[in-house]
């Protein structure tokens, strides 16, 4: 009792903090459930506009023959790679390509941009993954399934040795992926970016496309134009 007599001071202190807290926490709940309740949506985070990147150039050009490469499913795979690309070897993922095709979760590349905090020393993508579209599938719902012939190698500049070099098994192989249309949390949170209602992002997929033996497709190993004034340590 003696000491709860000499500390009653500090004892009820507490407790009107810990009340205090609690009836809070309580009117923020109670918020919470008159929003839901009265259907209001829970605020999406917008995200912030970047500029776009430079318009980089990609050499050689493609086969422009193949009329795949005219379909907005393929060329959302294509700029999809490019900004994973342009973003490691700027050093830099504060752009609106990347922004709008590289990061959110569910992207077969996230993750592969650089976040600005590379070491100096390690090798350099020059340019986006090398592929060949061989199938486009479109289904009803403006989703499309994809599927290319790749080949296992990477062209890179390495600041090591400053020269380009390549690693890999350089075996071609089929891959199949997703692109669809934005979800509409993902068309709230790209908001500032106004995109069009056809805009598509690469997903990964489980689905199948008729095998292809990709030994036989010829696929272009593309760099970007004058990259090493582009690139960043």
């Not at 023959?65 to 294509?78: F, G, H, S, Y």
Request: aromatic share 10%.
């Amino acid at each position: 009792m003696t000491w709860i007599r000499s500390h009653l001071a500090v004892v009820v202190s507490s407790l009107a903090v810990v009340a205090a807290i609690c009836a809070i926490g309580a009117l923020y709940w109670a918020s919470d459930k008159n929003r839901l309740a009265a259907g209001e949506p829970t605020p999406i985070p917008t995200i912030r506009l970047s500029a776009p990147a430079p318009a980089y150039e990609l050499t050689p050009a493609l086969d422009t023959t193949n009329p795949l490469e005219n379909t907005e499913a393929v060329r959302t795979i294509r700029e999809t790679y490019a900004a994973s690309a342009w973003a490691n070897l700027t050093n830099n993922n504060d752009f609106a390509q990347y922004r709008l095709y590289v990061a959110h979760w569910n992207s077969p590349v996230a993750g592969n941009g650089a976040p600005g905090k590379r070491i100096e020393t390690d090798p350099v993508p020059i340019g986006p993954i090398q592929f060949t579209p061989v199938s486009v599938t479109e289904h009803s719902d403006g989703s499309a399934t994809v599927s290319i012939c790749t080949r296992d190698e990477i062209l890179y500049y390495s600041p090591y040795y400053n020269k380009i070099e390549s690693t890999g098994t350089y075996v071609q192989v089929q891959e199949t992926y997703a692109v669809s249309p934005l979800t509409e949390t993902e068309r709230a949170e790209l908001s500032a970016y106004d995109p069009p209602a056809n805009f598509l992002r690469m997903r990964d997929t489980t689905e199948t496309a008729p095998p292809v033996d990709c030994a036989t497709v010829p696929v272009v190993t593309q760099t970007f134009g004058e990259w090493k004034q582009s690139y960043v340590e």
